[in-house]
C-alpha cells in the first residue's frame, strides 16, 4: 500500500514563506491529478490547489498569487511553495494524489492522502 510522506510544515511569521513537500512511498502509475488541501481548527477541509496530470492548476481565491503547486518528475515529489503566509493559513495540510485507469470496461483507481503537516504562522 501505497503511502504519502509530507514535510516542510512548521511555525513561520507572517509575511514568511514555507515549502511543503509529498513524496509517495512506492510507484503510483496513472495519476490524474495532485494536490493539497488543508483543515484549519474548527472548520472543513478545503482544497487549496491542484495539478493535473496536463500541468493546468486551480488554487483557491484566498491562496491565488501567494501559493504554487509543482510537481518534479525526475523525484517524484509535489510540492507546495507558500509565500506571503497569513495567520488565516494555519492549519494541517494535506498532500492528495488521485489516479485512474482503465482495463478492459473497468476503472480502477485510487485516492491516496498523506498524514498531514502542521502548519502555523503566528508573531
Known amino acids: 500500500q501505497v503511502t504519502l510522506v509530507e514535510s516542510g510544515g512548521g511555525l513561520v511569521q507572517p509575511g514568511g514563506s514555507l515549502r511543503l513537500s509529498c513524496v509517495p512511498s512506492?510507484?503510483?502509475?496513472?495519476?490524474?491529478?495532485v494536490g493539497w488541501h488543508r483543515r484549519a481548527p474548527a472548520k472543513e477541509r478545503e482544497l487549496v490547489a491542484q495539478m493535473t496530470d496536463g500541468g493546468s492548476t486551480i488554487y483557491a481565491d484566498s491562496v491565488k498569487d501567494r501559493f504554487t503547486i509543482s510537481r518534479d518528475y525526475a523525484k517524484n515529489t509535489v510540492y507546495l511553495q507558500m509565500n506571503n503566509l497569513r495567520p488565516e493559513d494555519t492549519a494541517v495540510y494535506y498532500c492528495n494524489i488521485y489516479r485512474s485507469a482503465n482495463k478492459g470496461w473497468t476503472l480502477y483507481s485510487n485516492d491516496y492522502w498523506g498524514q498531514g503537516t502542521q502548519v502555523t504562522v503566528a508573531s
Open positions: 512506492g510507484s503510483i502509475s496513472s495519476i490524474k491529478y
